[in-house]
């Protein structure tokens, strides 16, 4: 179930920058909300048509830039220029180690990593923003592969 706090962060944001109230986004924000894990914009567009047959390509784009910048999305780079989206709204700091072959994107515990950057930061007298840890290299699966 989506949560309704979710509901209405979008909600807000789409009052406050009087967009068009439209259902498609909140369809789209019930797709990716209730699917864990990174999802390029393709990948996201196939589940919605699952659960919205009748939603075009163009109208989850941009239900998804909306999401984005309501604060409920973040966008990962990941190879080839591909980006994926994962929750942002209260989705814990955590680190991604990349696949190059085959753009797979696992999560691990970054705590310990942030933990030292916001003491790298504080030395420097830095204000971060946002922390990021991500390692580039080759799944397991496409290890066997080669
Ligand atoms: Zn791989
Ligand atoms: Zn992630």
Redesign the pocket.
Known sequence: MMSQEEVKILADYIAENALRNTHQRFDVLDVFINSEG?FSIEELHELVKKKYPKASFSSTFRAMQVIEKAGLAAR?SGVDGVFRF?HLYKHQN?G?LVCTQCGQ?I?YDNSKIIKLQKKIAAAHHFEPIRFGAKVRGICRNCQVKR
């Open positions: 990174h990962i994962e955590h991604h994107i999560e």
